[in-house]
């Protein structure tokens, strides 16, 4: 039994809240909690086979051709197996959703750090040794410069509405300035690494992978297989944040690998490979031009983003992707410029667009209220539109006005707009700041299994991954919810691909999509149910292991003979482009500068938040604490920095690139708006929350430096070195 | 080259390369692979464990240079139906989200409590011979050689001291 749902209307039967069990929407712990906390949760390259061979990567020294691979003193050391030069090892990872293999071809180096072959010992410390004696000559070869210079301007990724050049000349306040924001690392915890494994022609791969539908067609499209014959297992993933969304060079070379040498191969890349050789965010130029009246309603808006990327990726960093609906003003300006660069592949790192998007239109937006002499927070009230003014669509949900007013009033904002660097505390000057949070949202079709048992246990299956989202979490409670069961009756098998296919965890859409998909497998389960009783679905109320319909509670094993089984499937439909999805927020930030140094302490960070229907109340929290302690490293420590003479990554360490440690992250308060239900999403109602947090939380930063001291940073991270410089002009 | 590794109580012969660091030994040879490689280079803090009592990077220490030390991971501390209060707590406060620095940043925080009960003060201590009080940014503090980039560090901070006061109040009942 299948039910389907395409979402091509609304659906406000918010049926979850007929619901008696009363556990979604609960901060209930994460039945995966103790496993994780004693260390027994199994990560990628921790299930290891007896007999594995170690893999490691040789790295490209410079940007070329490779003439030559001088592996004679590798292949000399005691325990090396192999030396794999193969062709189909890949040049860089998939991009999200890819489906099918990315560029590979290891001997043409696009980019320093690149992997070109891999060395197979025994042992890793042989293969490590063994790797770095590879002699590699690389030739010059036609090669895209190291740094951005030329722009592409492509037809389909510029707008423009009205008339904004009138719009800024007749306008009573303008703001027109550049911004810029670095190149930035995910960084997760875990590091990329795949052990493979053959038993004939199947092979049987452990990955840290986001989206594994995709995975494994991409891994078979490299290898050259039958998706048929792979099996991809990723149960647990130690974070991904967008790297780990396409399949990368590891999982290809440890398959290779393992064929040639007919043992399990386990590859896990080192911490300077994850940064050289898995994904960036790429840096942005952006211009922000805007037009407003004396009462500072906006009449124009201008956004244009310089990016850059790989030649040939079709991946650019989408910048104004919110852009076009968040505010008012009906002349409207869109740019979009692409440089083709000799630098690690771009792709997408959490809330590729809007982290960096709304974080540059947020300080425009902080500069447009200064000049207006408007308090920040009424000058976006002042903006929200009716309708997406570029669209004339409807929003599902516009939620901006609560989460202003409820964020101002929890964080105790101050509306009295004190001169910037009137408040000092001995050589600390602090300051207030904020921002809005916006971020489009999506539904991605995905499929999941249910099954019911007589004696009251139920079993969730999808092929979904928890990245340390909360996946095993939301989707036990949703179960436990719809089938009326404690949450620890439910077990929940994820990241498997012999498992049906569900959304995989990326832009948000995971919670959401495959949610919806377990969701429809339990109202078939209900449906079964209900007929076993001769009464409505809509009349069956499950609670506890019984079923009540008709004045009658019975247990459910007198009501099935044996296992329920059934199988959801959701897929985004017309509410999609019907009406305009997103999510909604605003930060609010408290800084202390030093007047010496030029350091910025962040006191106090608070964030509200609404994403429709909240399926658990503390992981929906947590993924906004670390959305907005992203920002906080985007604000003030975190760049990825290029040399300029061979475009190598300079950082590529947890002791160069700075990502926030515990000491910079004060304790954040994060408020979730939960009795928002948005009908257009999907039959939950719910909305995506993995990314909103960080998408424009850096700006409320930025925005309380130039209230704690004047000094306004247009080129992030806002580093002690130009808040000095701003200080002594 | 043959080591002696005691690890949570046991003893444990290792014949490895000279060169294989704790974290590997651990990892590779003995399949405790609650201890995390995050950097290999003594950054990020996932591989934390605790010789004699104090703290290290695993990945900074070579397995050969361990015989006779008395080791603890992540595995010695508590296990699913049988937790320390500790983990206990990083469970109810979301200590965590995508797990893999949380075996570090419990060993770290088991012995960062032991460091503050024996009166070590840190940089942000006020008085440099009496006793630190367990103040978030105490514990901030101490934390930050443990990484976490899904930045559960408020929930971290909440975690750790919940337990401390746990301890401290089964201590007072006890006495």
């Not at chain 1, 005691?78 to 990872?93: A, C, K, Q, S, Y």
């Not at chain 1, 000058?379 to 964020?407: C, E, V, Y």
């Not at chain 1, 002791?655 to 939960?674: C, R």
Request: a negative charge; aromatic letters at 4%.
């Amino acid at each position: 039994m299948t039910i389907h749902t395409r979402m091509d209307d609304a659906d406000r039967r918010n049926r979850l809240d007929d619901m008696a069990q009363g556990v979604l929407s609960t901060a209930m712990d994460r039945p995966d909690g103790p496993l994780k906390v004693s260390g027994r949760a199994p990560y990628a390259h921790e299930v290891q086979p007896e007999g594995m061979l170690h893999g490691v990567f040789v790295r490209a020294p410079r940007i070329g051709r490779v003439v030559s691979l001088d592996d004679a003193a590798a292949r000399a050391m005691d325990g090396v197996e192999t030396v794999v030069t193969d062709d189909r090892l890949l040049r860089n990872p998939a991009q999200g959703t890819a489906n099918e293999a990315p560029v590979q071809g290891p001997r043409e180096v696009f980019y320093v750090g690149q992997p070109i072959a891999l060395v197979v010992a025994r042992t890793f410390e042989t293969a490590r040794a063994a790797a770095l004696s590879v002699g590699v000559e690389i030739a010059d070869a036609e090669r895209a410069p190291v740094a951005p210079q030329d722009y592409d301007s492509p037809d389909k990724k510029q707008s423009s509405q009205g008339d904004l050049d009138a719009a800024m000349r007749d306008a009573a306040v303008t703001v027109d300035r550049m911004y810029t924001t670095p190149a930035h690392s995910s960084a997760p915890m875990e590091p990329h690494a795949a052990i493979a494994e053959w038993d004939g022609d199947r092979l049987t791969l452990r990955g840290s992978l986001q989206m594994l539908k995709f995975n494994r067609n991409e891994l078979a499209d490299s290898l050259g297989i039958d998706p048929k014959n792979l099996r991809i297992l990723s149960p647990y993933v130690g974070g991904g944040f967008g790297s780990k969304l396409g399949v990368a060079p590891e999982a290809v070379a440890a398959a290779i690998a393992a064929q040639e040498t007919g043992r399990p191969v386990g590859v896990a890349l080192s911490r300077q490979q994850v940064f050289e050789a898995t994904m960036r965010r790429s840096e942005t130029r952006q211009r922000v031009r805007l037009a407003a009246d004396a009462e500072g309603r906006l009449t124009g808006i201008g956004h244009d983003a310089w990016v850059s990327n790989l030649p040939d990726e079709s991946y650019s960093e989408p910048v104004t992707q919110a852009t076009p609906f968040t505010y008012r003003g009906e002349n409207r300006v869109i740019g979009h410029h692409v440089a083709r660069v000799s630098r690690t592949c771009a792709g997408s790192v959490r809330a590729p667009g809007e982290a960096v998007g709304i974080t540059v239109f947020e300080i425009a937006m902080d500069e447009l209220a200064h000049a207006a002499g408007i308090d920040p927070v009424e000058l976006r009230r002042r903006n929200i539109p009716d309708r997406d003014p570029t669209k004339d669509i409807p929003f599902s949900s516009n939620m901006l006005a609560q989460a202003l007013d409820a964020g101002a009033a929890a964080f105790g904002w101050d509306d009295s707009r004190p001169a910037p660097g009137s408040r000092r505390e001995g050589e600390w000057m602090i300051g207030q700041g904020m921002a809005s949070a916006v971020r489009v949202n999506n539904l991605a079709e995905a499929k999941a299994r249910v099954t019911l048992n007589p004696d009251g246990t139920a079993l969730v299956e999808t092929d979904m991954t928890d990245i340390g989202t909360g996946s095993y979490a939301i989707l036990t409670q949703i179960a436990a919810e719809m089938l009326g069961l404690p949450p620890e009756r439910v077990e929940v098998r994820l990241g498997d691909t012999d498992l049906p296919p569900g959304s995989g965890s990326g832009g948000s859409v995971g919670a959401s999509s495959s949610g919806s998909a377990v969701f429809l497998a339990c109202q078939g389960v209900r449906e079964r149910l209900a007929e076993a009783m001769g009464v409505a679905e809509t009349d069956l109320t499950l609670k506890d292991g019984q079923a009540i319909a008709d004045n009658r509670s019975t247990p459910l094993g007198d009501v099935i003979d044996g296992p329920v089984e059934a199988l959801g499937h959701i897929e985004p439909g017309k509410t999609s482009k019907a009406v305009r999805q997103a999510t909604w927020g605003a930060y609010f930030a408290e800084v202390a500068v030093n007047s010496v140094t030029g350091e910025t302490r962040v006191r106090r960070m608070h964030g509200t938040f609404a994403a429709g229907r909240i399926l658990n109340a503390k992981t929906a929290r947590s993924q906004c604490l670390g959305g907005m302690t992203f920002g906080i490293g985007m604000a003030l420590t975190e760049e990825l920095m290029h040399d300029a003479r061979d475009g190598h990554v300079v950082n590529r360490d947890l002791a160069e690139y700075h990502i926030p440690v515990n000491a910079d992250v004060p304790q954040i308060t994060v408020e979730l708006l939960m009795e928002e239900r948005d009908p257009w999403t999907n039959p939950m109602q719910a909305k995506g929350i993995g990314e909103l947090g960080i998408c424009g939380a850096a700006a409320a930063i930025v925005n309380a430096i130039h209230q704690a001291t004047g000094v306004r940073v247009r080129d992030l991270p806002a580093t002690l070195d130009k808040v000095m410089a701003g200080l002594e002009d | 080259m043959r080591t002696t590794l005691t690890i949570n109580g046991a003893t444990h012969d290792v014949d490895a390369d000279p060169r294989t660091t704790l974290l590997d030994a651990l990892r590779n040879h003995l399949g405790l692979t609650g201890t995390k490689k995050g950097c290999d280079h003594g950054q990020c803090g996932a591989c934390t464990v605790i010789a004699d009592g104090r703290r290290i990077n695993s990945c900074l220490t070579l397995a050969c240079m361990m015989d006779g030390v008395e080791i603890t991971t992540i595995e010695g501390l508590g296990e699913p139906g049988d937790l320390l209060p500790l983990q206990d707590a990083f469970v109810r406060h979301d200590g965590y989200q995508c797990g893999y620095c949380t075996p570090g940043q419990i060993c770290s925080a088991t012995a960062m409590l032991d460091e503050v009960a024996q009166g070590w003060p840190s940089v942000v201590t006020d008085d440099l011979t009496g006793d630190a009080s367990l103040t978030d940014a105490e514990i901030a503090e101490r934390m930050s050689g443990n990484l976490c980039r899904c930045a559960a560090y408020p929930n971290i901070v909440d975690a750790i001291k919940d337990a401390a006061d746990r301890t401290a109040d089964q201590r007072e009942a006890a006495e």
